[in-house]
């Protein structure tokens, strides 16, 4: 079986050559990352510059104990990684093998089929809109809230999931910080449940590429056991340690973004679209039959959308990444455009 690899959208130099736009007018409203620069970063990269011929310790001993402090757990429960999907991928090498059956609740995050096909195992997709327990999954992949609905799966159904699986119960956690929830207490209760987290979204590291799983350390273990030495780098791994010792300054820019989410929301409804409620950094957005044609439109403008023509119950949304004010209303005064 040939197994999908993920598609990743055009690069800002590719679209900018593509459409002659200056990089700069280029705005990512479709990989659900930060609108606000990190301007503690230099600093602390700068700190870690001259170390660079050495590999980073591989322990990651510093990372997994910052970790550990920000998620209220103790660092033998987690695993740090090169971002939740090297931990996607660590999670199906770790406990799927050949023939195995995996669910997923969809439409949800494709690495997920990805992964699980890479182990040569098989995905099953049930509908997330009414998650039911499979018995028989060796392996069952949660997102919490769901990229790409926004929605957040109710405590009640996550519970009747972990009480009836079998096996190991993967709940990717990377909006978590829009949320507030703490997943700590969860993996105390839940021996086969192992939460992937991210730097990448509410703290806004996207390009440091870091993630941490937390767990029960046997299963913390058995991704330890498969996970590459160094796949962090050491200017990743200072500024994940000075992020996680923050999180007020996070909780303070995923306030904002949620303030901005309920203004574009509005703006989004006042232009006829249907909106989703949204426990995340996006909005799922149901636009018409002409999404392909809006979407291809923006990003001669250099506004990026995400659109699904793989999705058939989505064919007719889009999906926006919460911005800075100033590119929402350039996202909703050139949506008007376009239209007109
Ligand atoms: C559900 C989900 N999981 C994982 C990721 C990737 O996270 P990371 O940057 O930590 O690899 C994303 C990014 O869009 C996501 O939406």
Redesign the pocket.
Same mark, same amino acid.
């Given at each position: 079986m040939t197994v999908d690899r993920y598609v990743w959208q055009p690069t800002n130099a590719e679209i900018a050559q593509r459409f002659d736009l200056a990089p700069n007018r280029i705005v990512r409203f479709d990989? !659900?990352t930060s609108p606000y620069p990190t301007d503690w970063a230099p600093t602390v990269a700068a700190e870690t510059l001259t170390g660079l011929n050495e590999y980073p310790a591989a322990s990651y001993k510093p990372l997994r104990h910052a970790a550990a402090e920000y998620a209220g757990v103790q660092a033998t429960q987690v695993v740090p990684g090169a %971002?939740?999907?090297?931990l996607?991928l660590l999670a199906a090498r770790g406990f799927l093998s050949p023939g195995d059956r995996a669910v997923g609740f969809t439409p949800t995050?494709p690495l997920y089929r990805i992964a699980t096909e890479q182990q040569g195992a098989v995905f099953y997709e049930l509908p997330s809109a009414e998650p039911t327990p499979d018995e028989a999954a060796a392996l069952t992949w949660l997102?919490v809230p769901n !990229?790409p609905t926004g929605e957040r799966m109710a405590d009640a159904e996550i519970i009747q999931i972990l009480d009836r699986s079998a096996g190991i119960v993967v709940l990717?956690a $990377?909006y978590a910080e829009f949320t507030g929830d703490r997943w700590g207490s969860w993996i105390e209760r839940y021996e086969r449940l192992l939460v992937l987290q991210?730097l990448?979204k509410g703290f806004g590291l $996207?390009g440091a590429?870091v %993630?941490y799983a937390i767990g029960n350390p046997s299963l913390v273990d058995a991704i330890d056991r498969v996970r590459p030495p160094g796949s962090i780098s050491t200017v990743s791994v200072a500024l994940a340690i000075a992020a996680l010792a923050d999180p007020d300054r996070m909780r303070q820019t995923v306030g904002r973004v949620i303030a901005e989410r309920q203004r574009l929301s509005g703006m989004l409804s006042t232009l006829g679209f249907e909106v989703r409620p949204s426990e995340a950094n996006f909005l799922l957005t149901r636009v018409g039959p002409s999404a392909p044609e809006l979407a291809a439109a923006l990003m001669g403008e250099g506004l990026v959308v995400r659109e699904f023509p793989h999705i058939p119950e989505l064919r007719e949304h889009l999906r926006f990444t919460i911005r800075s004010g100033s590119d929402n209303d350039r996202l909703v005064s050139t949506i008007e455009r376009i239209r007109r």
């Amino acid at each position: 079986m040939t197994v999908d690899r993920y598609v990743w959208q055009p690069t800002n130099a590719e679209i900018a050559q593509r459409f002659d736009l200056a990089p700069n007018r280029i705005v990512r409203f479709d990989q !659900n990352t930060s609108p606000y620069p990190t301007d503690w970063a230099p600093t602390v990269a700068a700190e870690t510059l001259t170390g660079l011929n050495e590999y980073p310790a591989a322990s990651y001993k510093p990372l997994r104990h910052a970790a550990a402090e920000y998620a209220g757990v103790q660092a033998t429960q987690v695993v740090p990684g090169a %971002g939740v999907d090297e931990l996607i991928l660590l999670a199906a090498r770790g406990f799927l093998s050949p023939g195995d059956r995996a669910v997923g609740f969809t439409p949800t995050y494709p690495l997920y089929r990805i992964a699980t096909e890479q182990q040569g195992a098989v995905f099953y997709e049930l509908p997330s809109a009414e998650p039911t327990p499979d018995e028989a999954a060796a392996l069952t992949w949660l997102c919490v809230p769901n !990229n790409p609905t926004g929605e957040r799966m109710a405590d009640a159904e996550i519970i009747q999931i972990l009480d009836r699986s079998a096996g190991i119960v993967v709940l990717d956690a $990377a909006y978590a910080e829009f949320t507030g929830d703490r997943w700590g207490s969860w993996i105390e209760r839940y021996e086969r449940l192992l939460v992937l987290q991210t730097l990448s979204k509410g703290f806004g590291l $996207a390009g440091a590429r870091v %993630g941490y799983a937390i767990g029960n350390p046997s299963l913390v273990d058995a991704i330890d056991r498969v996970r590459p030495p160094g796949s962090i780098s050491t200017v990743s791994v200072a500024l994940a340690i000075a992020a996680l010792a923050d999180p007020d300054r996070m909780r303070q820019t995923v306030g904002r973004v949620i303030a901005e989410r309920q203004r574009l929301s509005g703006m989004l409804s006042t232009l006829g679209f249907e909106v989703r409620p949204s426990e995340a950094n996006f909005l799922l957005t149901r636009v018409g039959p002409s999404a392909p044609e809006l979407a291809a439109a923006l990003m001669g403008e250099g506004l990026v959308v995400r659109e699904f023509p793989h999705i058939p119950e989505l064919r007719e949304h889009l999906r926006f990444t919460i911005r800075s004010g100033s590119d929402n209303d350039r996202l909703v005064s050139t949506i008007e455009r376009i239209r007109r």
